[in-house]
């Protein structure tokens, strides 16, 4: 049987692996690289919830008319659920020391993992890029009011942003060792600056009174509702990329309890709690300005109180570049890794995710409250809601939490299927997009869109279920019946 912490990486497990599936950042982890504790997978989520667009993500909810409690109990909620596809997931990566992208390969097959393995890849290259842009700001602004002369500079933006870049980009190519230091050291000095922005944000607007007795305009049920439910959705679409790929933290862990608890008290809590400060500033903007001012860098520009603006601003970078190495490079890193394992190791799956990230013009992304939760949000998450559906249904419910390590890394295997794909899987998958997304091509169906996450993920998780029970019918023996040592 497989331990919990089990020494994979042997010469001899290696030596039986097909070189083409496998390099050192795709095997699985060995006992001595566990070192993550409960307080690396806490600071982890404090370092990732505390960012720019979470900010914007309550204050968007604030400008599209919810009030303060409204905007909370959306965010809260929709973290409460996709807390659980989290959870579920982290688990085989913690079991077995498997990247997302390899654990894929046992429901989509050894050449077909590529499939939801791009699709994370490309959305993790968008987050790269939103948050690449929202850093270059910052530090554009920064520099500004730290050296008037700055602002003069024609290629000073273009300056900042690719001085952000390449910071996030030193991160990376240092490895994994440095994304758990950096996110350890940057949490709480997030969290501490946060607490000073709201200390701020209440004294500007003369106390909480004014700030929470704002009605909001969705005072009727009816009005609320429509813009609850894809709100919702999009606040689980935030996080879905996160709940698909954990496995890529979760592998380091020391054992199925720190990973759990970890993230149990660092994601909910502490992405409430900033979204409850971009509530709060948003909700005091409109008592202040008489308007809500949902992006904290052009709130920035009506200030004038200089230590303000650079504390503010240097909080907006560390924020930016603790997310944004820790949730968008880490995963596609491998995802790329897996394409071809033989030439893209994490470093350099690292530094085209960087690439991807720049062309895919993150400004249209943001260009407005609509645009970032309604369309980005909302659309990816009926892209990836069925993939979190089929890895879900395969490892729980098909094989009962039993892989064989060893077939995972070979090309004529139990996870072979039909020329290296899994039809069920990508069948599932198909369909599950389908019908999350059908929604925008016919308008009577628009409600369907509405709920993308939630289609998607019900239909591919039913379909993957139903088409695998048939499959057993017609085969003499079950998939996953019999767990597998690496030494076999």
Known sequence: MIKENLDSTSEQFLKNSDSRLINEDLAPTTKEKRTWGTYNYTALWIGMAHCIPTYMLASGLIAAGMNWKQALFTVLLGNLIVLIPMLLNSYAGTKYGIPFPVLCRSSFGILGSNIPAVLRAVVACGWFGIQTWIGGQALNTLLSSAIPSWSHLAFGPAISFF??????????????????????????????????????????????????????????????????????????????????????????????????????????????????????????????????????????????????????????????????????????????????????????????????????????????????????????????????????????????????VPDLYKMKGEYTYLGGFNIKGIVALFFGIAGALIGLLIPTLHFLYDYAWFVGFGISFLLYIVLAKLDRQDSSAPPGNEEKSLSS
Do not use: C
Not at 220 to 229: A, M, Q, T
Not at 272 to 297: C, E, N, R, Y
Not at 306 to 331: G, K, R
């Open 163 to 404: 001085l952000f870049w390449f910071l996030n980009m030193l991160i990376i190519w240092n490895g994994m060792s440095s994304v758990r230091y950096f996110e350890g050291w940057a949490a709480p000095f997030v969290l501490f600056a946060t607490i000073g922005l709201l200390i701020w944000a209440v004294q500007k607007a003369h106390g909480f009174g004014p700030i929470l007795s704002s009605p909001g305009r969705l005072t009727h049920f009816s009005d609320f509702f429509k813009v609850f439910i894809p709100s919702l959705t999009g606040m689980i679409g935030f996080w879905s990329t996160l709940s698909l790929n954990m496995p890529d933290f979760t592998r380091y862990s020391k054992g199925q309890e720190e990973q759990m608890v970890g993230q149990i008290l660092g994601l909910p809590t502490t992405m409430t709690f900033f979204a409850g400060l971009g509530v709060m500033i948003t909700s005091a903007t409109i008592v202040i300005f008489g308007k809500p001012i949902w992006d904290p860098i052009h709130l920035l520009s009506h200030f004038h109180n200089p230590l303000v603006i650079a504390l503010s601003l240097f909080t907006i970078a560390v924020a930016t570049l603790s997310v944004n190495v820790a949730a968008n490079v880490v995963s596609p890193s491998f995802d790329f890794s897996n394409l071809w394992p033989q030439k893209i190791n994490f470093v350099i799956g690292g530094t085209i995710t960087g690439i991807i990230g720049i062309i895919m013009m993150p400004w249209k992304l943001m260009s407005s409250y609509s645009a970032y939760i309604f369309g980005w949000l909302v659309g990816y998450s009926g892209i990836l809601g069925p993939v979190a559906g089929i890895l879900i249904a395969d490892f729980w419910i098909v094989r009962k939490k039993i892989l064989n």
